[in-house]
C-alpha cells in the first residue's frame, strides 16, 4: 500500500518526531523542522477527524549529507523515505498550499505498468486525421500510433543509492536544485512516494498520481531509478541502469513522452531527438508538466 502505515492500523512512523523531533531514535540528527499535517476529512456526521502527519520537511534548505543520513536502511525499516523538495519564484513552500490530496489517490498496487503507459501513449500520440504538421509522425518516428511495448532493463553498472547521492551533489552544485530542503514521507518504497503525500504535479497529464507512481516502480526495477526531488511540479530521478544505446533509449524515450509529454513537446521536440538528448547514458531523468 501507498498510504502511511496509520491507514493500515499501525502507528504512523512520523509520530516519533513530534517527542523526538531530531530523529535520534532512528539514529539521525535531523536540522530543524516541521510536521505537516495530512488533511483532515469529515465524519458523516460532520466531525472534523484527526489530523495525522502527512509529511515532514526542513526549515531551511540543506546540503546533501543531510539527505544521505535519511536513506539508509534504518529509516527505510522505519517506514519513511527522504527526498528533496525544491522550490521556486512564486511558489516557495508549495507543500503547504493545499495542493496535496493523498484521499484522492488510488493505489499504485492496484494498476500495471504497460496497460498505464499504453493508455498514456493513446492519449497523446498526434492523431492523423487532425494532420501530421509538426505534431506529426515525425514527432513520434520510429514509432508509430500503436504503443510499441516496454523498453527492455538496463544493466545496473552501480549502486542506485550510490547514484542517487551522486546525482543530488551534482544538481545542488550546479544550481538545479539551488536551495533544496530535506522531506521524509511514509511511503512503503520510493517510487510510491508522490503518491504517498498526495502530489499533484502531473494534475494536466494525470490527476491520480497512483499511476505515476505504478511507472516509477517499474523503472525502479527496470532501470534502477530513485526518487531525488520534487517540485510543484517537477520530478528529479537518479538512474543507475540507464539505456546506452539510441537502439536501447528509443523505447525509453517512448516511454518518457507518454509520461510527460512536455519533455518532448516543450523539449526536444521528438522523440528520437529526445532519446539522444535525454536518455542515453543519462543518470538523471528529469520530468515537468506545465
Known sequence: MTNPPSARGAQNPLSVLVDDPQGRSLGLE?????LHDR???RSRLGVRARREPLLWVSDAPVGVEALAACRGAAVAEAGLRAVLFQERRGLESWWTRDELNPAAMSDPGDHHVEPVLRE??????PDPEEGEGPDGAGLIAPFGREWPGLAESGVQREDPEAAALALAAELVGTGVLPSPRLALIPAGRGADVPTAMGWRGPVNHEADTALISTVLRSWEDRFGARVLALGFDE???SVAAPPLT???????AAEHFAFCPDNVWQGSGSVRAYADEGVTG????GFWWD
Open 39 to 41: 488533511p483532515g476529512r
Open 246 to 252: 539510441t537502439a536501447a533509449s528509443l523505447p525509453v
Open 235 to 237: 520530478l528529479h530521478l
Open 120 to 125: 498514456f501513449w493513446n492519449g497523446v500520440v
Open 282 to 285: 543519462s543518470g538523471h531523468w
Open 30 to 34: 535531523l536540522p530543524p523542522g516541521t
